[in-house]
């Protein structure tokens, strides 16, 4: 079993629509959780971290958070053209500074 | 104004030679990493600094080795370079991670291209 896995892509959406992303993980003692945004050619930048149960909300994302099931996922609501990247779920287990990473999902908004 | 920055941008090189890339952070992080993206887009650690002390040490060919001179800086040397070296290599920083979390996200510098003839 992967440490880390995203369900596969890619995934196309139209513009103004929720995108959905969704990442399991395997170690049940993780502990920090943080989905990255990486446009072709550049490099993974942060868009949201979250380390405790339920949601977080910052602008148009959305994280949820689920220990007891092991998956973690990403909400992407009035989905625009500059949201298409490939978005990386990734996640570090508590004493470990090791973060492992899915393999990540491309989402394509369509105007 | 660059927080983690890397030289070069890109590498070409033949196989068997011997190359080197740098990092540098100005982010104040304790902790330095590695990564190696290959053609499939997979992010793997290949190793971490924490002031200047290794550790994290993946599997990867002992032909890399990572050094870090100071607690803002972690280069990478490479050494008899082959065609599978061909990568995106990222160099990140971020501080320690605590027990609660909070303070443990990485920033990416980046990234060298490295294509091996």
């Known amino acids: 079993q992967k440490e880390v896995e995203q369900n596969s892509g890619p995934l196309s959406v139209p513009e103004g629509a929720i995108a959905s992303l969704n990442c399991t993980y395997s170690?049940?003692?993780?502990?920090?959780f943080f989905w990255y945004r990486q446009y072709s050619g550049k490099s993974p930048e942060l868009i949201m971290s979250?380390?405790?149960?339920g949601d977080k909300e910052d602008g148009r994302f959305t994280a949820q958070l689920n220990k007891a099931s092991q998956y973690v996922s990403l909400l992407i609501r009035d989905s625009q053209p500059s949201d298409s990247a490939t978005y990386l779920c990734?996640?570090?287990?508590?004493?470990?500074?090791?973060?492992?990473f899915g393999k990540g999902n491309q989402v394509v908004v369509i105007p | 104004d660059t927080a983690v920055s890397q030289t070069p941008k890109y590498l070409v090189t033949q196989m068997g030679n011997d190359k080197s890339i740098k990092c540098e952070q100005n982010?104040?992080?304790?902790?330095m990493y590695w990564y190696k993206q290959d053609s499939k887009k997979f992010l793997k650690i290949m190793f971490s600094?924490?002031?200047?002390?290794?550790?994290i040490n993946e599997t990867v060919p002992n032909r890399f080795s990572p050094k870090s001179p100071d607690k803002a800086h972690l280069n990478l040397h490479i050494n008899s370079l082959e065609l599978g070296d061909s990568a995106v290599y990222f160099c990140?920083?971020?501080?320690?991670?605590?027990?609660?979390?909070?303070?443990?996200?990485?920033?990416f510098g980046p990234g060298t291209r490295l294509t091996v003839l």
């Open positions: 170690d049940r003692v993780s502990q920090s």
């Open positions: 600094y924490n002031n200047k002390e290794l550790i």
């Open positions: 982010l104040g992080h304790d902790t």
């Open positions: 979250i380390y405790s149960n």
């Open positions: 990140a920083s971020s501080h320690p991670p605590l027990a609660g979390g909070g303070t443990d996200t990485q920033y």
């Open positions: 990734a996640v570090r287990s508590y004493g470990n500074n090791r973060l492992a």
